[in-house]
């Protein structure tokens, strides 16, 4: 019997087995996996060599191209304490295999249990002598024999507190160095680049090639030299671009992530300079004043650093690391890289300068190394991208089945035939095999590739880089695209507007001229309350403060040491107003400010910070004799740390009619701190401790303009019927009223603000809807709001346009606590406000649940993880970071947007032309091989040349050159191949096909001077060259060229076929040179294919007949039948198939059609409760039916995150 034991630990570990055969491992994170033991089996192990041996290597192939399988065949289930092996699943139902290894301690690694158990703060080790492990995506996870669990190697980053690091400034010791190198490795991020040879050898074994190279010895077998020859050659040819295309790719890649440099550390209290690969986590890094690269991740300690993050977040813009708090407060926090990342600096990033106090040397300590950083992280993204479900290849596999079968009856039809025949057994094998070769087309995948490569090439010319090409055809089937606002929609700076100061809890007229602003608490808040450096002389920082410092005309300045010592120590930054005349000994009263001789200085910054939103700075005015705090930050933070005499009354109605115009709003709030707090205390204190109690000062209004494209790129994707969704960390307000602006919403379009309460022991939950043009509702819903029911404010007529829009508490309480709601807010949801970067991300995982194909197009780190989970990720920025995006455009807006949809497009459509081609082709090759073998016939080696090389090759070539139509139209092609007008032309095309050949058969038998083939039972070959032959041949030649012409769709996805010169152009070609090769008796040409001349000159015109008849009829079947509805209504008719909603949100959309009380009246009452039924209604059952993979989510668990406690 398995046992489950819970482990006592923090939130995100797993559930384990006591003696399980599997496990969990990083349970609710994005690298999730699950972990099944194995031990390899003696017996088992000799039986699948023997079957490799038995199978000629076929077996062999087998385990090659699926290694779970042959670890399923070779080794048992065993408990993971006894595993030898793990099959790991991930996320995405991809299976892996890796071995399990034993790491030995020796006497040369010096490390004892004792080491192991402080580094990793736990015993792993299985005996007195070794610990087990296995790799996976270049991470260790080590085994933990007291928890029975397989756990990744995590360093100074997992459960170490603030206090322990303020304990290693000393650095390690040299024994302790190499202990912590021989458990951690070396810091270094190694891409391996594959030799040729091993390159050679993998190509080789793909399955395409491995068809290939059979069906190429079947040919030379047969006799076929030349045709297999060329194959070969062109086969070869392919090979040889894969190989230096890929191995480039590595080169390029090893080169980017490439680093070679000396870096100072201090070990036991001296420094040394030691290269970069020796880091271990511990080491105590001496940061110089000029900066450097960060070759690590570490945490700051000592001093500020100026960082340039570009790599990470996308935007240039320096950011100040200050050191980690070390107070009585905060001694005890738990260290993390994501919550403590203002004192982090990470790996790959640029450190511009520091900043300490005194001789004091800028300090950090290394908490992980290698693929563990953050830069390790991203190239790990590059190396293991997300894999998505192509429903194109998927069919495609499904179809190449469906022609095996075909195969399969061919093979048995040859058999027989030849048997019959009184044919040699030699013959007979070749000739049933070759069937096979005919019938399953092997380039199929190939060629489903080259519209996607054409398509990949134009984005490229337009600076438009997909590093997934993969994905292009996904762009073409998107039903919404999701936009980031700040530096996407709009501008990436903002102007100043104004600020409207407040005084005695009163607003005052907007002041727009800031130097007019008296010389007071709010023009000192302003030039101070920023995170502004100057860097080689150039003031460098946010945008928005840098437009907020430059508004006030002051200056700021880097101290020297004579200007530190009047401020009794060195500052960061000081800043001094116009034309201040230094005066340090003038004291300056504590109720007044004086222009003349007035210093600021900035004693300590608190960094932003998203979740708190909001920044601080401690300030000490020259001459004063104590300091102040100013804050700034969102309005309701701000708002909620004020005192509430200074909060004028009608603070809310002065923020919602600036939000309500687009406006970006700040507040601004200070207050004077206790004359006893000195520096050195100013430097430890808790920021709670001094962000209370606040004065307002009054409102920065800034203005964030639309940029230029914006509009009509919306109005673009609007008029395709293509759902428009912003998702912003701004203002609610100022979301919806940017999205009124730019089209997203349509003036006459209702917009319902959704605020929902999570329950807090003492509230029932509930939701509170609001009509967006009315005044702002509080920031929690009221007491007075009924409790368990909605609370909808609309005009009676609420069946209109409406649009939810909501906040990221909102969405998270929803998400959490109604899930059953989630489907009908991810479909009518069109503004989502105040939303994290992981909130961002579920909020594309609710769309794609609901079968959404989803784009996303952001440009900062805000916008990675969204990037990476949508079907179609699209970055504007230029930064490394941009690796977790399929698609990185160059060009900084949203026109990127429809041209990655338009060509999306063309290379889907061009995917499944090239798909029904190569289906055709191998069907009309097929059925002329069946008429010429009932006959004891085949075609011969140059005819298999013209038409494979000639005609198949030039066409599968060229038709993906077809570019984009100009116009995204409002009809999106079709996704899938099995879909009723794929099939219907795939069926109908081959039936005419099949019918012509068999037509032309006959009609040639019908004819006077027609002689039978009477076959030569000696030589096989000496029958090729008959009429029948012949006439098959040149008929199947115009049937290629045939279809090709009828699959070239043209617009509207792409440009008609006569815009494609060199398809068109060469189709001309063929067609004329195939004509001339019917109508001209030419005698060499002749031979040449094996061709019997016609003793009747008037046959050939026969033929030409046949083939503009078969045309006629294709071009028929193809624009005139098969786009037709009526059609696909007969077939389903016929198939009894009954008419449903296509995808899940087409039914969440009908549910809500249908639903009465949908969105609701005024005063009207909706089920809240966490199953509708119960409230006697079926309102959200649908909806919640519809979803059977969060079935789960209604039995929210303890901790309220919707996950079932069954699950593993």
């Known amino acids: 019997m398995v046992l489950y034991r819970k482990r006592d630990s923090g939130p995100g570990v797993a559930y384990h087995r006591t003696q399980s055969v599997r496990t969990v491992l990083n349970e609710g994170e994005d690298d999730e996996i699950e972990c099944i033991g194995y031990k390899r089996s003696v017996l088992r192990v000799v039986l699948c060599y023997i079957g490799m041996i038995w199978t000629a290597g076929i077996l062999w192939l087998i385990f090659y191209w699926r290694a779970d399988w042959k670890l399923k065949c070779m080794a048992y289930q065993v408990c993971l304490s006894e595993a030898t092996w793990v099959l790991i699943k991930d996320g995405y139902t991809q299976n892996h295999v890796s071995k399990v290894q034993r790491l030995t301690i020796d006497k040369d690694s010096g490390l004892t249990r004792e080491d192991i158990k402080l580094m990793l703060r736990k015993d792993v080790l299985v005996n007195s002598h070794e610990f087990r492990f296995f790799r996976y995506q270049k991470l260790k996870y080590i085994w933990n024999p007291t928890d029975g669990v397989f756990s990744k190697l995590r360093a100074l980053d997992d459960g170490v507190k603030s206090y322990e690091f303020f304990q290693q400034l000393q650095g390690l010791s040299e024994d302790e160095q190499r202990k912590r190198r021989f458990l951690y490795g070396e810091n270094v991020i190694n891409i391996r680049v594959r030799s040729y040879f091993v390159l050679l050898i993998q190509e080789v074994l793909n399955p395409f090639y491995v068809f290939q190279l059979f069906s190429v010895l079947l040919w030379f077998s047969d006799e076929y030299y030349y045709y297999a020859s060329c194959i070969v050659i062109m086969s070869a040819g392919s090979i040889f671009i894969s190989l230096v295309t890929t191995r480039k790719q590595s080169v390029m890649l090893r080169d980017m992530v490439a ?90 990033t640029q450190v511009i300068q520091t900043r300490y106090y005194g001789s004091e040397l800028v300090k950090a300590v290394v908490v992980r190394t290698g693929f563990s950083t953050a830069k390790g992280t991203l190239v790990r993204a590059i190396l293991y991208p997300k894999p998505m479900d192509i429903k194109l290849y998927r069919d495609a596999l499904k179809f190449i089945s469906v022609m095996f079968g075909i195969a399969a009856i061919g093979f048995i039809y040859t058999i027989i035939v030849l048997a019959l025949q009184d044919a040699t057994a030699r013959e007979i094998v070749l000739k049933a095999l070759d069937i096979i070769t005919i019938a399953v087309p092997p380039a199929l995948p190939a060629a489903l590739t080259i519209g996607i490569v054409y398509a990949q090439n134009r984005l490229k010319r337009k600076s438009i880089y997909c590093i997934s090409p993969s994905r292009i055809n996904l762009c073409g089937t998107l039903d919404v695209v999701c936009f980031d606002k700040t530096g996407t929609l709009t501008e990436d700076g903002l102007d100043l507007m104004g600020v409207v100061p407040a005084e005695n809890a009163r607003f005052s007229k907007m002041v727009t001229n800031i130097q007019q602003l008296p010389f007071d608490n709010l023009l000192v808040a302003m030039t101070t309350c920023h995170s502004l450096t100057r860097i080689q002389g150039e003031l460098n920082g946010d945008p928005l403060d840098v437009k907020m410092f430059d508004a006030t005309n002051w200056t700021l300045e880097e101290p020297t040491e004579t200007e530190s010592s009047n401020f009794d120590m060195l500052m960061p930054t000081i800043v001094k107003p116009p034309g201040t005349v230094q005066n340090y000994n003038e004291t300056v009263p504590n109720s007044d400010f004086k222009q003349v001789g007035t210093e600021v200085g900035i004693v300590r910054q608190f960094p932003f910070s998203s979740s708190l939103q909001r920044m601080s700075v401690i300030t000490r005015t020259l001459g004063e004799d104590h300091m102040a705090v100013y804050s700034k930050g969102a309005p309701e933070k701000i708002l909620s740390l004020c005192s509430t005499k200074s909060i004028p009354e009608d603070f809310h109605k002065m923020l919602v009619g600036y939000t309500k115009q687009g406006f970006r709003v700040l507040a601004i709030a200070w207050k004077p701190l206790d004359p006893s707090l000195q520096w050195h205390k100013a430097l430890k204190v808790p920021r709670d401790d001094v962000e209370n109690d606040l004065q307002l000062l009054g409102l920065l209004v800034m203005q964030n303009k639309l940029k230029p494209e914006t509009t009509p790129v919306i109005k673009e994707l609007i008029a395709a019927q293509i759902r428009i969704v912003m998702v912003t960390g701004d203002n609610m307000l100022t979301a919806v009223n940017v999205a009124r602006k730019c089209g997203i919403l349509q003036p006459h379009d209702r917009v319902i603000m959704v605020e929902a309460l999570p329950p807090d022991g003492i509230k029932v939950e509930n939701i509170t809807w609001t009509y967006a043009e009315t005044d702002i509702p509080p920031e929690s819903p009221s007491q007075e709001t009924s409790l368990n029911a909605i609370i909808v404010q609309m005009e009676a007529n609420h069946k209109t346009n409406y649009h939810f829009a909501m906040g990221g508490k909102s969405f998270a309480a929803i998400r959490d606590h109604y899930p059953y709601l989630m489907p009908r807010f991810a479909v009518s949801g069109t503004v989502f406000a105040r939303m994290s970067p992981n909130q961002k991300a579920q909020l594309v995982e609710s769309l794609q649940e609901l079968e959404y194909s989803v784009g996303m197009c952001g440009d900062g780190a805000n916008d990675t993880g969204a990037l990476k989970t949508a079907h179609a990720g699209i970055s504007l920025s230029e930064a490394e970071a941009s690796v977790a995006s399929p698609f990185t455009s160059k060009i900084p807006n949203i026109t990127c947007v429809p041209e990655v949809i338009r060509e999306g497009r063309a290379a889907l459509v061009t995917s499944f032309s090239m798909f029904k081609y190569m289906a055709l082709y191998s069907v009309i090759q097929f059925v002329s091989v069946m008429i010429l073998y009932s006959i004891q016939s085949n075609l011969g080696d140059f005819m298999f040349m013209y038409i494979d090389l000639c005609i198949i090759t030039v066409v599968a070539i060229f038709m993906g050159r077809s570019e984009a139509y100009a116009k995204i139209v409002t009809r999106k092609p079709l996704s899938q191949l099995m879909t009723t007008p794929i099939l219907a032309s795939l069926i109908l095309q081959i039936t005419v096909q099949a019918l012509v050949q068999t037509t032309a058969f006959f009609v040639l038998k019908l004819q006077s001077w027609f002689e039978p083939l009477v076959p030569n039972e000696e030589d096989y070959y000496a029958n090729i060259k008959c009429y029948e032959t012949t006439t098959i041949f040149l008929v199947s030649c115009f049937q290629y060229l045939i279809v090709a012409v009828a699959f070239s769709t043209g617009k509207p996805y792409t440009k008609p076929i006569y815009r494609n010169y060199l398809y068109s152009g060469a189709l001309v070609v063929l067609t004329i040179f195939t004509t001339i090769v019917v109508l001209v008796p030419w005698d060499k040409l002749e031979n040449l294919l094996e061709l019997r001349s016609y003793p009747v000159y008037a046959f050939r015109g026969v033929i030409i007949g046949i083939a503009v008849g078969n045309l006629v009829i294709s071009l028929l079947i193809e624009f005139g039948v098969v786009p037709r509805y009526w059609l696909k209504y007969i077939l389903e008719c016929m198939w009894c198939r009954e008419t449903k909603p296509s995808r899940k949100f087409n039914a969440v959309e009908i549910e809500m059609e249908n639903d009465p009380e949908w969105p609701p009246l005024e005063g009207a009452s909706y089920p809240t409760v966490e199953h509708p039924a119960e409230a006697g209604e079926d309102n959200g059952n649908s909806s919640k039916e519809l979803l059977s993979n969060q079935e789960t989510q209604t039995g929210v668990n303890e901790k309220g995150d919707g996950v079932s406690s069954t699950q593993f």
């Open 259 to 348: 680093s070679s440099h000396m870096v100072q550390i201090s070990r036991s209290g001296e420094e040394f300079m030691v290269d970069e690969k020796k880091l271990v986590p511990g080491d105590v890094l001496v940061i110089p004043p000029n900066g450097c690269p960060m070759t690590c991740d570490a945490v700051l300690l000592t001093g500020n650093c100026i960082v340039n993050e570009s790599m990470l977040t996308g935007e240039s813009v320096p950011i100040t690391k200050t050191p980690l708090p070390n107070n009585e407060q905060e001694a005890n926090v738990i260290y993390s890289p994501e919550e403590h990342k203002r004192h982090t600096l990470y790996c790959g």
